[in-house]
């Protein structure tokens, strides 16, 4: 089984940045048990909602419109960790920010298409 930790968020001013970190631990990570790995969000009373995804060898990101320009998905294989830089936060942006990963490596928006996903972290950005 593969386990997801993710740190790194807070509370920040508009307008401000947050890297959130997501580890994996477990079964050994390879890309025969992690073939992508995502971030998504889920604020008070909304539904939870796709943020981005990186392929986990290779090349091959997506974004979600709203944050397309403002946040930056990256990895680092020899840490099994993946990292979402996000700048210019806006108050919208808050929200708890989960981590998640899949065998295929598609890099889907929906999370029913996740194997793995992490306990959260929350973000809260202020106006």
């Known amino acids: 089984q593969v386990q997801l930790v993710e740190s790194g968020g807070g509370l920040v001013q508009a307008g401000g940045s947050l890297r959130l970190s997501c580890a994996a631990s477990g079964r050994t990570i390879s890309t025969d048990t992690m073939g992508c790995m995502g971030w998504f969000r889920q604020a008070p009373g909304k539904e939870r909602e796709f943020v981005a995804a990186?392929?986990?060898?290779?090349?091959?990101?997506s974004y979600a419109d709203s944050v397309k320009g403002r946040f930056t998905v990256s990895r680092d294989n020899a840490m099994n960790t993946v990292y979402l830089q996000m700048d210019s936060l806006k108050p919208e942006d808050t929200a708890v920010y989960y981590c998640a990963g899949r065998r295929g490596s598609n890099l889907y928006t929906q999370g029913g298409r996740y194997d793995y996903w992490g306990q959260g972290t929350q973000v809260t950005v202020s106006s």
């Open positions: 990186i392929k986990w060898s290779g090349g091959g990101t």
